[in-house]
Nanobody
Framework: QVQLVESGGGLVQAGGSLTLSCAAS????????MGWFRQAPGKEREFVAT????????YYADSVKGRFTISRDNAKNTVYLQMNSLKPEDTAVYYC?????????????????????WGQGTQVTVSS
């Protein structure tokens, strides 16, 4: 079965950096666009970033644009989220996700309903 396992979360001071990883198994990773989402306490899950099958297309939420970078290594079945200049409002559980079916080459997805497979999440806490 499909498994997505996030890692790399932790506690960091404002202005600091973290890199999240999401290792995928049970699917032909290079055929799927991937996404990162986050959910803070009491809030709905929100889109962070997405990347197309071979990484040629990326898209970011306005709140993270210029600070976060999504990338992937299809040889390692892993998608990454490099987070720089972190702010306290970035504090949340971060999830990676994959859609139900393979994606078209430049296709990306920005809403939770476009995704079927989800990881367990990794906590990111940014202190002020």
């Amino acid at each position: 079965q499909v498994q997505l396992v996030e890692s790399g979360g932790g506690l960091v001071q404002a202005g600091g950096s973290l890199t999240l990883s999401c290792a995928a198994s049970g699917l032909t990773f290079s055929n799927y666009a991937m996404g990162w989402f986050r959910q803070a306490p009491g809030k709905e899950r929100e889109f962070v970033a997405t990347i197309s099958r071979i990484g040629g297309t990326t898209y970011y939420a306005d709140s993270v644009k210029g600070r976060f970078t999504i990338s992937r290594d299809n040889a390692k079945n892993t998608v990454y989220l490099q987070m720089n200049s972190l702010k306290p409002e970035d504090t949340a559980v971060y999830y990676c996700a994959a859609p139900w079916s393979p994606s078209r080459p430049i296709e990306v997805h920005t809403t939770p309903r476009d995704y079927h497979y989800w990881g367990q999440g990794t906590q990111v806490t940014v202190s002020s």
